[in-house]
């Protein structure tokens, strides 16, 4: 199914009486009302699928695809995302060093509409993933469970769950995974979220809670690698999630500001929102083209993305927030009206979804810190030319992509990184990191330097990014057009300084021009052409 035959399947989102538009998500929100009608017709069309490849019975072909349909489903009620694909991180981890028959397990489980949680968070640890507590004991021919894992998602309706447990006393090889089955263990209540209300989330207790020997994955020892490597799958697909709230917060919008006016004036021809709609636009513009860069990245070098897919969560989730945060300083009162704002309260939905969406994999400050210490191995390499063939094949839109193969990711980004490196040294990127490189040659590895560091550096991969697509895309009707690149440069390097975004309005001003001409036939906000409904 495409993305325009999926969105004319689920009808007018702005219908008050369509059953899969904004009115409709948000009465399950107010309610916490799990998607269940609007996720039965998505799994009647497989979509549930996208991601678990076509040898297992799934219908991925690519993650660029996969990214552009699911953000179209996603700008009608996020939790779309949770409740088809929360196992996703699971079904990759089995993907990665589970049996034959264990990879088998899960297919079957997803291909009837189940799902397979992935419990790995602990309450009083977080992130600190190496102080975790739940242990896998010996017993008999198999092994015991025992422990609470925290914040498990889909955790109150899976059958099973893949379970990183304690096996050792110190390191990463102190823990092993296996796939659990989740008869007789202690859920608890439905834990309450501000976004993404309705899908629930569980505490599992395991208490004596037998594994026979057939369920433990891999070897003992691997479970943390194989996890931290699926992670990296799992940021690149949540940045759909990000882009498909901005994208119906955006449109919510510009419809209110072309309508209300202030005296003569239209809102959005006033000066004030008129450049927060830019803003707004050229931060949306520029995660789509991260993301979509990322998602066809991962399957020509996918050994660097334990950089470049933490870099473009970042840049896309908090490029979404400010885009947000923009358009709700243009609705002002209007962004915080749960149930007669814009889209019937659909806003106030979009911002909690959105939020929660930023941090549902792994906190901000732990992305930028599980790459930082890879920045001067990253910094050595900038004046070297990268691959053209794999450049043009990762940036060209039009190119054909080769398998996506999860073997080849790595803790580590391997080769000479291909979005940043053998930039023109006249260019404001090159020089931008070419300072950078300075910095992070006499960063304190101990303090927030290099994180501080990481962070810049996200901004300015996502300009080079940007600058490759435009390079190879001049007949893309966005990409190609001739203030596109003015406008999101602007937007990304600004960030990358830490200046005031507003100080380059005119050339930001563009970015608002195209999107709404996207907007006016009726087009997702992407250099991806996609007609909706």
Partial sequence: MTPEELDRELG?????????????????????????????????????????????????????????????????????????MFSITAATCVRLHGSTAQQERVAEILRRGGSVA?????????????????????????????????????????????????????????????????????????????????????????????????ELVGRQGEALEAAVKAQQVVRLMSTAGSLGCADTALRLTLDFAAERRIGRTLLIESPYPRRELAIASAALLAADAVALAAARGIHVVPEQFSVWGCAAKHVVAEAVEDAMGRCATVLATRSVLRTEGPGGGMFQKLQRDAALVRVVDTSTVANLRSFAGQLPALMKGLDEAADPRAVREVFDLGAELPPFDPARLDLNARGRDLVTAGLPDTGPIHRHLADLSVQVATADPKGNELVDLAERFAWLHAAAACLHLWVVNRENEVLGRPDWLTAVLAYLLSRAEGTPVRRREAELLPALATVRDLHGRGRLFSAVPVDLT
């Fill in 12 to 84: 007018d989102p702005a219908d008050p009486e369509n059953p899969f538009g904004w009115a409709a998500a948000v009465r399950r929100d107010e309610e916490g009302e799990f998607p269940e009608e609007l996720c039965g017709v998505l799994r009647k069309h497989d979509f549930h699928l996208n991601y678990l490849p076509r040898e297992l019975g799934g219908t991925f072909e690519s993650f660029d695809r996969s990214l552009t349909l699911v953000r179209t489903a996603a700008r009608r009620d996020l939790n779309v995302m949770p409740g088809t």
């Fill in 118 to 214: 992935f419990a790995m968070s602990e309450a009083d640890h977080g992130s600190d993933l190496l102080a975790n507590e739940v242990r896998l004991t010996p017993e008999g021919e198999g092994w015991r469970l025992d422990g609470t894992k925290w914040m498990v998602g889909l955790g109150q309706r899976s059958g099973a769950a893949y379970v990183v447990a304690r096996t050792g006393e110190r390191g990463p090889g102190a823990f092993s995974a296996v796939l659990a089955d989740l008869d007789g263990v202690e859920r608890g209540p439905e834990v309450p979220t501000g976004g993404m209300r309705g899908i629930d989330f569980a505490h599992l207790r395991f208490d004596r809670h037998p594994v026979a020997a057939d």
